[in-house]
Every structure is written in C-alpha cells, then in structure tokens.
C-alpha cells in the first residue's frame, strides 16, 4: 500500500486549528497530522539554543505563549526549529522529525531540503516555503487511501485552505 500525504497552507491560527479539529474528528489518527508556523511569541531566541536543552525550552515556550495552545499543542512531537533564512518555527507531527537538524542544518534552501524529503517536488517545496516566510501554517495528513485523501481534501477545501496538494512516497509528478 503506498502511502500519500496531503498538504495544504492555513493563513490564520483559527484556520489552523479548525483543520487540525476537523482532521481529528474525521478519523485522523492525531500522530498523522502534522503543522508547521511560525512563532511569532517572541519568547524564545532559538538561533541560540542549543539542540540538546531545545525540547525542555521549547515546550515550555510553545505553551506559555500560547502560540501553540489548543488542538495544535496537543499534537505529537510538538517542538521549535531555527530554520536558515525563515526564522524561529514550531513544528508538531511527523514533519518535526523531517525538518529537526541536518535534514534543514545541511539546505541552505531552509525547509525546502526537509519538505524533498516528506517527498513533495521541490517546486512545491519552494512555494510552500515562500507562503510559511508569509507567516502561514503548513498542514499535512498521511492518508493510507483514496478514500481518505479525498476526505482530508475535502476538508481543506471547506475551510478555506490554499495550495491543496498530495504527494506521494513514490514521487510521482503531478499531472
């Protein structure tokens, strides 16, 4: 069975959060819904934090600050990136083990690096990068099926989302 991602880009943290709650209650496994957005709580200086204390500090400072409170807070592995040339993120879901050190580190493209390797062609990737430098939040759902990719397309459509798009693990270019 080949897996497939479906991606999408929120403009607002209500957007974001009423995906994620949607996702969730449609059936979404939470450990497959991921989120990407920039911190703007300015509560921490993560260009200076050092990568075996970031998980302690950034927690605290997701949480405090409120940036990442509600349904996104209680996303998995929910966490902080410095990405080159973006700035301070918060990351939950199984794009923050994408997009956590060398996989970002070593691209000076920033996410872009990370997002090629969730599979997403690198035009995408750049456009994605480009909407989140906005200050936009990068949504996206493993689906195990078609019946399931619709749903979670289905659901971005309904509340608004833009640059709507599957990929899948082989990589296959979009028609």
């Known amino acids: 069975m080949s ?11 209500g957007q974001a959060e009423r995906i994620v709650e949607r996702l969730q209650s449609s059936g979404f496994p939470t450990s497959d819904i991921s989120v990407l ?12 934090v050092k990568s075996t204390k970031a998980s302690e500090g950034i927690a ?3 949480t405090t600050g409120g940036l990442a409170g509600g349904t996104i807070g209680l996303l ?4 902080a990136l410095a ?6 993120f918060i990351a939950a879901g199984p794009i923050m083990a994408a997009l956590s050190g060398a996989a970002v580190g070593a691209t000076a493209g920033g996410v ?3 997002l090629i390797g969730l599979g997403i062609p690198e035009i995408e990737a750049k456009r994605y990068e480009d ?3 906005k200050g936009n939040y990068l949504i996206s759902v493993h689906a195990a099926n078609g019946d399931l990719i619709d749903r979670a397309k289905k659901i971005f459509e309904d509340e608004g989302a833009e640059d ?12």
């Open 3 to 13: 897996h497939k991602s479906v991606f999408c880009i929120a403009t607002t943290m």
């Open 37 to 48: 957005l920039p911190d703007t709580s300015g509560h921490g200086d993560f260009g200076h």
């Open 60 to 62: 605290a400072g997701a």
């Open 76 to 79: 998995a592995g929910i966490g």
């Open 83 to 88: 990405i080159p040339g973006l700035g301070p």
């Open 112 to 114: 872009v690096g990370g």
């Open 131 to 133: 909407s989140l430098k």
């Open 164 to 175: 709507i798009s599957t990929i899948g693990e082989e990589k296959a270019p979009k028609a």
